[in-house]
């Protein structure tokens, strides 16, 4: 599975960014779907998951309320819908995939190469 990223720019506080991941490959709809974060200096955490089917979510707790994860198996793509954007929100933006939902980014095979996100105040 190969991930393309995109999506990432620049915005002011209180505004809104979507994310796309795009995939490549036949198995896309059997994969849960990722996405992470890494600010300057930070290590890489969690921001939120979506399951294969779609019907299972989870999210970060700084961010819950405020983004959405969704996915279309139609076209190979996960999407990250972030309102209410916060400049704590800057950081580069991964999707990742593996088979089994999980928020640890260590288990996760597949990357894709980011996009960057910058949140001014």
């Known amino acids: 599975v190969q991930l393309q990223a995109s999506g990432g720019g620049l915005v002011q506080a209180g505004g809104s960014l979507r994310l796309s991941c795009a995939a490549s490959g036949r198995t896309f709809s059997s994969y849960a779907m990722g996405w992470f974060r890494q600010a300057p200096g930070k290590e890489r955490e969690f921001v939120s998951v979506?399951?294969?089917?779609?019907?299972?979510?989870y999210y970060a707790d700084s961010v819950k309320g405020r983004f959405t994860i969704s996915r279309d198996n139609a076209k190979n793509t996960v999407y990250l819908q972030m309102n209410s954007l916060k400049p704590e929100d800057t950081a580069v933006y991964y999707c990742?995939?593996?088979?089994?939902?999980?928020?640890?980014?260590?288990?996760?095979?597949?990357w894709g190469q980011g996009t960057l996100v910058t949140v001014s105040s």
């Open positions: 979506i399951s294969w089917s779609g019907d299972s979510t």
């Open positions: 990742a995939s593996r088979r089994y939902l999980d928020t640890r980014p260590s288990l996760y095979d597949y």
